[in-house]
Nanobody, 122 residues
Framework: QVQLVESGGGLVQAGGSLRLSCAGS????????MGWFRQAPGKEREFVSV????????NYADSVKGRFTISRDDVNNTVYLQMNALKSEDTAVYYC???????????????WGQGTQVTVSS
């Protein structure tokens, strides 16, 4: 059983930066693949980024490549999403999730956080 709590969302102007955090509890997740997703108003939840155990592999949605960076601190059971050069279309609720099975890339996620709101103004 894993519990995930996101934080770090807020209001920023276009071109600004935010760093989201996802803290895990209930067990360590150093062996889990971790992902970030987002959902904008009226839109389907979409994939943003993913990072493997040991930070060996990462992947990003085309829309955020070059602007967002995923990382993890397994000592503190935390995964981060550094978001730079933010655009208005990045406005969404951001969720972190833990992969449900081994393999790369993951095809399913077993645990989800409650989400944190990111709003980018123009």
């Amino acid at each position: 059983q894993v519990q995930l709590v996101e934080s770090g969302g807020g209001l920023v102007q276009a071109g600004g930066s935010l760093r989201l955090s996802c803290a895990g509890s209930g067990r360590t997740f150093d062996s889990l693949t971790m992902g970030w997703f987002r959902q904008a108003p009226g839109k389907e939840r979409e994939f943003v980024s993913v990072i493997s155990w040991g930070s060996i592999r990462t992947n990003y949605a085309d829309s955020v490549k070059g602007r967002f960076t995923i990382s993890r601190d397994d000592v503190n059971n935390t995964v981060y999403l550094q978001m730079n050069a933010l655009k208005s279309e990045d406005t969404a609720v951001y969720y972190c999730a833990a992969g449900s099975a081994s393999g790369w890339p993951p095809r399913a996620y077993a645990y989800w956080g409650q989400g944190t709101q990111v709003t980018v103004s123009s």
